[in-house]
């Protein structure tokens, strides 16, 4: 066997991981499409995007919201092939026509609430755990994203000002087209789905970046290793005023450990510098935990 074909082998994906990714994606688009048939639509509370889009459509004209789903989407899934990448347009396109078929066989089904309150928020949890679900596994089920993600390369705008921006305008819309009221609702509705969504992509235990500069560094990094669990490495750093060699830990942690963490900095060494941020997604290394103490 020749070295090329050797590593074309190495790096295949396995077929059951491209499966399990299928599932997990028609999982979301269905518990998506509860949130929204049984819940939100019957309420006449809404979504952003092209799904907020589509409900006002449909109530307009009288379709099921899915009909407009699918069609309204078609454009954004073609310029998602063709800017992003295949696997994303064939994920997606999968996402958005089981949604579509979903919402229309459930469109004449009864709600589980007529209470607004209710409603919006089991219908926004729903719809963030079933975006969030299609997201990680490499999809989406409205076409805003993509076009927010292309629109920011040609403006001064973030992707998260840019579909702020749309969404703003399609809730000033759901307030003439049905109540203010529910327009109100629609922004909580949105807000919850959009906070859900950041638990099931990012994780319960999301993960978090350390940096501690201190006079005591090795035994902050020995306490940090026995009763944090967590093993440390040294950086060399170099201050720029003082010019002094100073070493640096870098850790990574979950969020339910930043308080211990702080915890054991500060009874050490109350004067350190210490930074904490976000990190997405950990792999790889020796990123495994030990017993607390």
Known sequence: MDKGAKHSEVNKIPMRHHIFRIIMVIVGALIFAVGL???LVPNNVMDGGIVGISIITSHLFGLPVGVFIFILNLPFIYIGYKQIGKTFALTTA?????LSIATVIMHHVHPFTKDLLLATVFG?????VGV???????GCLDGTEVLA??????LPF???????????IIFTVAGFVFTWEQAMYSVVAYYIASKVIDVVVL???????VYIISEDIEEIGQAILHR???????LHGEGAYTGDNKKVIFCVITRLEESKMKEIVRSIDNQAFLAIGNISEVKGGRFKKKGIH
């Open 149 to 154: 993600i292309l629109s920011n390369i040609k």
């Open 203 to 209: 994780g319960m235990e999301e993960s978090k970046s």
């Open 158 to 168: 973030s992707v998260g000002e840019i579909i702020l921006f749309i969404n703003l």
């Open 124 to 128: 926004g949890i729903l719809l963030g």
């Open 37 to 39: 048939e049984l819940f």
């Open 132 to 138: 969030g679900l299609v997201i990680r596994y490499g």
């Open 228 to 234: 944090l669990g967590r093993g440390v490495t040294y």
């Open 94 to 98: 999968l996402g958005i026509t089981i």
